[in-house]
């Protein structure tokens, strides 16, 4: 994409402060161009833009100092236009701008920060960062954007490759559009494993045609009901363990939080897909068009743990069949093999600890943000040796945003849906074998 020059911001900055408000500014006034600033633009008035969202509450980094126009810089325009009611393309024009430039103080603060700073620009084309890639992943990021925020303006793109995988049951967890490291991990896993459909990661139109071949197109359309944003929603969820304990049911904060899990999708990409909806009854929205839950035909399934890749795959007599993202605690988790046991459908959490040295025990009710989600299965030693092994299990998550990026407590966590399909394929006494 053509880069805005120096020299054309320059030229153009007269007309354009003529078309915003008439607060007074410092004497430096940002240069910004007369036409919209764009993704793909770098350079000082990328910076300044950055600081005014920041001031104005849109940008939430301690130190927005990018100067490249991201994909994480078009979400936050967007959110400020729709906050403002202006259309919401993602580029920073002459109204958008005007809008900005209300709060005073915080115009003139971002004047004088950016432009203290403001060097002179090569003109120069820099080589673009290699993305850092993990083994056992294909990327799926643009060269110019893996190393600029953590929302690719390639949403569309990852997004309906998340929505491919998904109906083939090689879930990436929450479907949110980024090119993530579980996006990434779950294509070589279908590489190798799966490759029955085969698409280019980097090209739209080659998705499309095998989402085209394979359930139809990537998005549907959905009329929320009554009962999809029904409450009633908790204002949040307490950290405090006896105020926890005291909740009646451990659900949803708010009707998007609600609607995000019934369809595997962020809240934020909900709202990328939907950026004038109001998520109320009666209102039609697009949705993912998601494939069917893997469907109990055998009853020879085993279940292999790769705890490097923070993987659970699926095995029907040596046939991967399905694959699911994990969260572990490699210093916890069990290494040897396990079988599974008891599986219970929303159940509670009994969480025990010593406070001032006295033994505690707490138990929180069942629901969505219950600390195992909505689903457990037992997991035993399958040695007389591992009989000592207790309290662990396969289970879902309050967070599915969070799957793969932290730690457990040992035991083997997956999003909510990923736990609900898995469950009622394994009988008692399926072996789970760890690897490394």
Not at 199 to 213: G, K, N, Q, T
Not at 296 to 303: G, M, P, V
Not at 328 to 352: C, E, F, L, S, W
Not at 415 to 426: G, K, Q, V, Y
């Amino acid at each position: 994409m053509k880069e805005i020059t120096r020299s054309a911001i320059k030229a153009t900055v007269i007309s354009l402060l003529s078309l915003v408000s008439q607060a007074p500014v410092a004497a430096d006034t940002p240069e910004f161009g007369q036409h919209p600033i764009k993704y793909g633009t770098k350079g000082d008035a990328v910076l300044k833009l950055r600081c005014l969202l920041k001031a104005h509450g849109f940008i939430a980094s301690k130190n927005p100092s990018s100067d490249y126009y991201d994909g994480s810089l078009v979400w936050a325009v967007k959110q400020f236009q729709k906050s403002v009611r202006l259309k919401q393309p993602g580029n920073a024009g002459p109204a958008t701008l005007a809008e900005l430039k209300r709060n005073t103080a915080a115009w003139n603060k971002c004047v004088t920060k950016s432009s203290a700073r403001s060097e002179p620009q090569s003109n120069e084309a820099k080589p673009a960062k290699k993305a850092r890639l993990g083994q056992s992943e294909v990327d799926c990021r643009p060269a110019d954007t893996a190393m600029h925020g953590d929302f690719e303006y390639s949403f569309s793109r990852v997004i309906k490759i998340q929505i491919l995988l998904d109906r083939q049951h090689f879930s990436t967890g929450e479907l949110d559009g980024i090119c993530g490291s579980n996006t990434r991990k779950a294509i070589f896993d279908w590489r190798r494993f799966g490759n029955k459909i085969s698409f280019d990661p980097m090209d739209e139109a080659s998705i499309d045609r095998a989402l085209a071949r394979n359930g139809g197109t990537a998005f549907k359309e959905h009329r929320i009901t009554a009962d999809d944003v029904a409450g009633p929603f908790l204002a949040s969820i307490p950290s405090d363990w006896t105020e926890k304990s005291k909740l009646e049911t451990m659900g949803y904060t708010s009707k998007l939080e609600k609607l995000g899990e019934r369809f595997q999708t962020s809240t934020r990409a909900l709202e990328q897909l939907n950026p004038d909806a109001r998520f109320v009854a009666g209102e039609v929205i697009t949705i993912p068009r998601l494939g069917q839950p893997l469907q109990k035909t055998e009853d020879n399934y085993s279940l292999e743990l790769q705890i490097k890749r923070e993987v659970v795959l699926l095995h029907v007599e040596g046939a991967i069949v399905a694959r699911f993202p994990v969260t572990i605690n490699p210093a916890k988790t069990p290494t040897r093999p396990m079988v599974t046991g008891v599986r219970a459908h929303r159940p509670n959490y009994t969480h025990t600890t010593f406070v001032n040295g006295t033994k505690k025990v707490f138990v929180y009710p069942e629901g969505p943000n219950n600390p195992v989600g909505t689903d457990w299965i037992t997991l035993n030693g399958l040695a007389e040796s591992d009989r000592h092994l207790r309290g662990f299990g396969l289970h879902g998550s309050s967070d599915p945003s969070r799957i793969s990026k932290q730690s457990s407590a040992g035991c083997i966590r997956l999003t909510n849906w990923d736990i609900e399909e898995l469950a009622p394929l394994l009988k008692q006494g399926v072996v789970l074998v760890p690897t490394t």
